[in-house]
């Protein structure tokens, strides 16, 4: 891990020199107040609107549709923001935290898995920036998603500081927006009474599916949050960051969604009193771009388009940081086969890989693919992620609390392995666990899915069975002896924290 020191002038000297390699005391300068606004602009954008949408469109009415909603951006938040405080301790990204769990070699598929996720949303974020751009008729799909990509990769070449900062003032933006559309509906009494009733309205399938939904696409952060907390000091209170983080997550996600639910519920009523919407309506790619600019006319005409362009802004906010995020991973699992030093160059190099690539993809996507499948792809990230996520937070809350050897991390023949069975073991029984609730639509339904009549309860067993597992068969690791080990290996990894060229 030793580097050498070189100092930049210029806008390169602003370009992040560090990726996956330690973060040293002297440079935790983060500020606590960025550790909310940066989830927040990360959650309340477009893509969330369309999540939202999900159970007005399983048949669900407005209130409980809410209800489901808050519940599963509850459930996801508890474990995303938990993640938050291994960034200050470890001073490390979050996907070469896996390898105490899982081993270098072990946590390939992990890291197969988190790049997939994070090139995904690049790929869906871009496509739905572009489908809503043609939409609102200011120009082609596949131009406006190949440049949002590309200013989502340069943002992620700038880095850390610069993806807070561009995220701070977004999330200005998005907070006005939000009160003026929500506050505006309801002073005005545009939202009918009766879209509240809770009596004789409630489904049990649909109302667990937006749970689940929520839920699932709140997890998705899981793989990335101590990514934006390793410049955070060392004695970063854990309850603090937890709070700050939960804040930023809980209240981006869900005003969002609740603005989608509210726009999709609205859409009836408006389709009886305003001629030509249903023709505007079937030409929708996304699925929300018209209600949402026609619901905003109820309180201000343009008021729709500022949700959409200011959602948008939040969606390239959140792409860079999957760029960004996937050029970690990718180096993480570049260099569990063969060292790789971490230099700004392969940070460069990986960015261009995820972000050029996803930019085309997200081009040549259909217009209709987001509309068609989001709910799908919601569902597989819960199954996969969960078992993860229960493994990962065991491990540094419950068996090692906490204490790790970075140095070791890095070491090929360190003390952590190339394989680490507690872990592949847990959450391969996890994911086995789960099969008979599980249900991916037009793929697969499990077998206790269908006795329950449709009920997926998939996600809410694979975390606790995860967990318990790799707990119970971690009682037997010698943490005394490993405890001995960090000490020795860590104790001049501030001195080796140097600089990189």
């Keep these: 891990m030793t580097t050498t020191t070189r100092e930049e002038t210029g806008l390169l000297g602003r370009v992040e020199t560090r990726s996956i390699d330690y973060v040293p005391l002297r440079e935790r300068k983060g500020r606590m107040f960025d550790q909310s606004t940066v989830w927040f602009a990360g959650s309340a954008q477009l893509l969330t609107i369309a999540t939202g949408a999900i159970g007005i469109a399983l048949g669900l009415n407005l209130a409980w549709t809410l209800i489901g909603l808050a519940l599963g951006t509850i459930l996801g938040t508890i474990p995303v923001s938990a993640h938050a405080t291994q960034g200050p301790h470890l001073g490390l990204p979050q996907m070469v935290q896996s390898r105490p769990q899982f081993g270098r070699f072990g946590a390939l598929f992990i890291w197969a898995m988190a790049i997939a996720v994070y090139w995904g949303y690049v790929v869906l974020g871009g496509n739905l920036i572009g489908v809503t751009a043609e939409g609102m ?100 209170k854990r309850s603090t960051i937890v709070a700050t983080t939960s804040g930023g997550l809980f209240l981006g996600l869900f005003s969002f969604m609740a603005i989608g639910a509210v726009a999709a519920s609205l859409m009836p009523l408006l389709l009886e009193r305003t001629p030509g919407l249903s023709e505007r309506l079937e030409g929708d790619a996304t699925g929300f771009a018209v209600s949402l600019v026609e619901t905003g006319k109820l309180v201000f005409p343009g008021l729709g388009e500022l949700v959409l362009i200011f959602g948008g802004l939040g969606l390239i906010g959140l792409m860079a940081m999957c760029v960004y995020g996937g050029s970690l991973t990718l180096i993480t699992a570049l260099d569990s086969i063969r060292p790789v030093r971490p230099t700004r160059r392969i940070r460069v190099i990986t960015i261009l890989i995820v972000g050029l690539t996803g930019a085309v993809a997200a081009a040549l996507v259909p217009t209709d693919f987001l509309y068609n499948n989001l709910y799908t792809v919601l569902i597989v990230l819960a199954y996969l992620m969960g078992p993860w996520t229960a493994v990962n937070l065991t491990d540094f809350f419950f068996v090692r609390r906490g204490h790790y050897s970075v140095t070791e991390m890095f070491r090929r023949d360190g003390m952590y392995g190339l394989w680490s069975w507690r872990g592949i073991v847990s959450y391969v029984a996890a994911v086995i666990a789960m099969l008979p609730f599980m249900s991916i639509p037009g793929v697969f339904e499990g077998s206790i899915f269908t006795a329950l009549g449709g009920v997926d309860l998939a996600f809410f067993i694979g975390i606790p069975v995860g967990g318990v597992i790799y707990w119970l068969l971690c009682r037997n690791l010698d943490l005394v002896k490993e405890r001995a080990t960090i000490a020795e290996a860590d104790q001049d990894i501030d001195a080796i924290g140097k600089p990189i060229d």
């Design 137 to 236: 008729g200011w120009g082609g799909a596949a131009p406006w998603a190949i440049i949002v990509c590309l200013v989502a990769l340069v943002l992620a070449i700038f880095g850390y500081h610069w993806l807070h900062a561009a995220q701070r003032y977004i999330s200005y933006g998005l907070i006005v927006v939000i009160l003026v559309y929500v506050i505006g509906l309801g002073a005005l009494g545009q939202v009918p009474g009766e879209f509240f009733n809770l009596a004789g309205t409630f489904q049990v399938g649909p109302f667990l599916a937006v749970v689940t939904a929520a839920a699932a696409y709140q997890l998705t952060w899981a793989f990335f949050v101590s990514d934006y907390s390793r410049y955070m000091p060392a004695n970063t």
